[in-house]
């Protein structure tokens, strides 16, 4: 079956810091990922929508600047939180679709520690 | 975009009582998905549900897909220890639902 690859699975870091989480589609080519972010306890909540060679599509309340995501190629796509803060500490998960009339497939998650 | 509201928030249930989660939606649906996750892992994919008044089952999980596409339903038999953690819906948009923590008492 499909398998995504998400990278890191956790990281700590020091407030002010910028992480970069990448998210693979490993054996198929993925025209779109979304990046959600989920609370202890919560729903996901989409954050973007990421299409392989075009801006990603961001979700209303999300800073772009702040999220900015990357589509490269049909197989990766990254997250970068700039300047992290405490306040950005959660579980990032990507997932990829190759076809849109087909489930789209969830990487592992991120855990985010920003102290 | 579309928004779709699962109730209820939580769900516990005696080993072998049944269970049942909703997801309603103020606008009509091309398809809804279903999703399982447990403590600590990420959404498995479930079932996806595309035509009107479609009833799928998956051994114990029956799902179904209302005859206005607008609602859809999990209904689990038989509850096992296994069956433990959050249902999630998720309409064509990829917007999920609040999720029904479910837990199982054995």
């Known amino acids: 079956g499909a398998v995504v690859s998400q990278h890191p699975s956790w990281v700590i870091c020091k407030s002010g810091t910028s992480v970069k989480i990448e998210c693979r589609s490993l054996?198929?080519?993925?025209?779109?990922m979304f990046w959600y972010r989920q609370f202890p306890k919560q729903s996901l909540m989409l954050m973007a929508t990421?299409?392989?060679?075009?801006?990603?599509?961001?979700e209303q309340g999300v800073e772009k600047d702040k999220f900015l995501i990357n589509h490269a190629s049909l197989t990766l796509s990254t997250l970068t939180v700039t300047s992290a803060h405490p306040e950005d500490s959660s579980f990032y998960i990507c997932?990829?679709?190759?076809?849109?009339?087909?489930?789209?497939?969830f990487g592992d998650g991120t855990r985010l520690s920003i102290l | 975009g579309q928004q779709v509201m699962q109730i209820p928030q939580y769900q516990h249930v005696q080993e072998g009582e049944d269970f049942t989660t909703y997801c309603n939606s103020s606008t009509t649906l091309s398809n809804i998905q279903w999703y399982k996750q447990r403590p600590g892992g990420h959404p498995v994919f479930l079932i996806q549900l595309v035509k009107s008044g479609e009833v799928k089952k998956q051994k114990r999980l029956t799902f179904q897909f209302g005859e206005a596409k607008k609602n859809s339903s999990l209904h689990i038999t038989a509850t096992q220890t296994t069956d433990v953690g959050t249902y999630f819906c998720a309409g064509p948009d990829m917007r999920f639902g609040a999720g029904t923590r479910l837990t199982v008492k054995p």
């Open positions: 990421s299409n392989e060679g075009s801006k990603a599509t961001y």
């Open positions: 054996d198929f080519q993925a025209t779109t």
């Open positions: 997932s990829a679709l190759d076809r849109e009339d087909q489930p789209q497939h």
